[in-house]
């Protein structure tokens, strides 16, 4: 358990920490944003909309940090486009990425742009597939907030820059049974 998660005030001025095996080379973290090679999430969402990818060399696991010279992961960018609350109490969210089609390491989520200082708590994040992902996000996440997370192998891009958009009007059977 981290500082940042056992009191969140001083996410304000301590980044939360991230395992460096799962993110390109060269990122790190400030207390609202992902810098990947001088790159920020954020601006990156700005420029390209969301959702967005973004790919580096891949780090080789338990070398703290050092780059892969074959292999490659990415980050995907997306924003919330839909938040209820499931009969157990945990929140559910939707995003505008289509997050059942990447292989996200969920572990490695993070809310990017705004810095929160609500506790963290189990997010279920729906998909198209009956049995949602599961999270630890905090607990105030509002529609329009973003997400980032690496996924393995390489996320898939469009344009050469965006992951496959959710259908819009689409909305999972088990998610539309939600109060």
């Known amino acids: 358990m981290t500082l940042t998660r056992m009191i969140p005030s001083l996410r304000r001025t301590l980044p ?39 790919t580096g060399a891949a780090v080789i696991p338990g070398t703290a940090g050092r780059p892969s010279p074959t292999s490659v992961t990415s980050v995907l960018v997306t924003a919330i486009t839909g938040i209820a609350t499931h009969p157990s109490g945990a929140l559910v969210i939707t995003a505008d990425a289509a997050l059942d089609e990447h292989r996200v390491v969920w572990s490695e989520l993070r809310l990017i742009r705004r810095v929160s200082t609500a506790h963290s708590g189990t997010v279920l994040i729906a998909g198209r ?9 905090p607990l105030d996440l ?38």
């Open 129 to 137: 597939s009956e049995n949602p992902a599961v999270a630890d996000l």
């Open 142 to 179: 509002v529609i329009g907030d973003l997400l980032a997370a690496p996924t393995r192998p390489a996320a898939a891009t469009m344009n050469g820059r965006r992951a496959s958009r959710a259908d819009e009007h689409s909305v999972p059977a088990w998610l539309a049974q939600l109060p």
């Open 16 to 54: 939360d920490p991230l395992r460096t095996d799962f993110w390109p080379e060269a990122t790190v973290t400030t207390v609202h944003d992902v810098m990947i090679a001088g790159v920020s999430l954020s601006h990156l969402a700005d420029v390209c909309g969301t959702p967005c990818v973004h």
